[in-house]
């Protein structure tokens, strides 16, 4: 058959056995590119392919729907670049269809749900519990979960309607930055099904596994000048191509009760304990990344590249993976040297006002855990690691906070006018009212804040 747009597929597409909730661009250049590569290093009878819904907006299905669901990734390196078109994505879905999506989940082929929704699509409270008083969850439990629009709403709904077609058991495995992300997403799972169904939730218990990973992959967002590189490499226009960094890894832990595609023969790891590989890329890459975007930010610089090169911030990064090192129960000299070289590659416009986004859900994680981590060894909490909270509140007074981060709205309007001092010990309550020898940290934060040049970023809107 002719095909004037270079999208149609050769060959048919492997059957699907995989949905994806999260159609962003990280799961493109991520699941999607390990799903990709060992469909290529198995027998055709063994592919997996995957159904995907978008989180919120449906403009990533629209444009990946006039492609048949196949798009390129474009691993961009200090060398150059090399383009690959990924085939593991067979449908594409606006994330409200929610025939579609308990049809998907209703079929007993399919044995695994993944998920990219971001550390504050899991709509916990602090304490790790469903926020039930969050609007969307509020109104999911209200309908039943019935065409849910938060992720937890959206797995009872589809796990519903596996349960009704006796469908079997069934994997879900989240893939972000949230430490115990399966345990997470199990919890505020199960307490929503709690809310609507009593029966659904002992089925979900018993037939439901839910798998914890640790992703790393650098995905800026896609530009105009990407999109003509791509042109340029193919000579096929595509509307939705990824870039991304060589360097990629992925940790899993959990069961499989009926089956996975073959993820290792792409290079993906299986342990029993996951704990040390997220606790590595969380105090090391994420809040390498944190520090670099408050800091660039306030600095002028704008991509992780830039923010790298600067003296300043590079001194304080290094400090701040030495505070993270001296608590990390792995060795931190190999993959410290990869960040340094993924970190300087500007050919990756990574943008640090895509990293800054959400800090009030990332900080805990990233930089109060080790604080933390810290404490309970008997070392300072790390004056490094309060240099960032620092940062971020400079950051949330520079900025819209109501569009970058809206966890701290309020934190935002308490904070003008106050000292140094104060400003620390609100931010401390947001961010870790439980934290260990919290005083200590709060004057770090506080002795930051008092010699910190003011952000170049702006007056708050």
């Not at 500007?346 to 981590?373: C, F, N, T, W, Y």
């Amino acid at each position: 058959m002719h095909d004037e747009t270079g999208w149609v597929r050769s060959e048919p597409p492997a059957p699907v056995r995989v949905v994806h909730l999260g159609l962003g661009a990280f799961a493109r250049a991520h699941q999607l590119w390990y799903t990709h590569q060992a469909n290529e290093r198995v027998d055709p009878a063994d592919r997996w392919g995957v159904a995907a819904f978008t989180g919120r907006s449906p403009v990533a299905a629209q444009a990946l729907a006039t492609q048949d669901g196949r798009y390129t990734v474009l691993v961009r390196s200090a060398d150059g670049d090399t383009p690959t078109v990924v085939d593991s994505l067979v449908s594409v879905h606006d994330g409200t269809d929610g025939t579609a999506w308990r049809g998907h989940l209703s079929r007993a082929e399919v044995g695994v749900v993944t998920l990219t929704v971001t550390e504050a699509g899991y709509r916990r409270l602090p304490s790790g519990g469903l926020d039930r008083d969050h609007p969307g969850v509020a109104r999911d439990i209200a309908r039943h979960a019935r065409d849910a629009e938060t992720a937890p709403g959206r797995l009872v709904d589809g796990l519903r309607a596996r349960r009704a077609a006796g469908a079997g058991p069934i994997a879900v495995v989240s893939c972000d930055n949230l430490p115990d992300n399966g345990d997470a997403t199990r919890r505020v799972t199960l307490e929503l099904a709690r809310q609507v169904d009593a029966g659904l939730a002992r089925w979900i218990e018993e037939n439901v596994s839910f798998v914890s990973t640790m992703v790393d992959r650098i995905t800026p967002a896609t530009t105009d000048a990407d999109r003509a590189a791509v042109r340029t490499l193919t000579g096929r226009d595509d509307r939705s191509p990824v870039v991304t960094e060589p360097f990629s890894d992925w940790v899993l832990q959990g069961g499989f009760p009926a089956g996975r595609p073959a993820w290792e023969l792409a290079g993906a790891r299986f342990v029993d304990d996951l704990a040390p590989e997220v606790h590595r890329k969380l105090w090391l890459l994420n809040a390498g990344h944190s520090l670099l975007a408050y800091e660039g930010l306030a600095r002028g610089r704008s991509t992780v590249a830039e923010a790298f090169a600067d003296p300043v911030c590079r001194a304080d990064l290094e400090r701040l993976w030495s505070e993270a090192a001296e608590v990390l129960p792995v060795p931190v000299d190999g993959p410290v040297a990869d960040l340094r070289t993924r970190f300087a590659n500007a050919r990756i416009e990574h943008r640090l006002d895509q990293i800054a986004r959400d800090g009030s859900q990332k900080l805990p994680v990233r930089v109060l855990a080790v604080a933390q981590a810290r404490s309970a060894a008997g070392l300072p909490v790390g004056r490094a690691g309060a240099a960032v909270v620092a940062a971020w509140i400079q950051h949330l007074e520079a900025t819209d906070v109501s569009a970058s981060d809206p966890g701290a709205t309020a934190l935002a309007e308490r904070l003008p006018g106050r000292g140094s001092a104060a400003r620390a010990r609100l931010a401390l309550d947001l961010l870790a009212p439980r934290l260990a020898r919290s005083d200590v940290f709060a004057r770090h934060v506080a002795e930051s804040l008092a010699v910190r040049q003011p952000t170049l970023t702006g007056a708050r809107p």
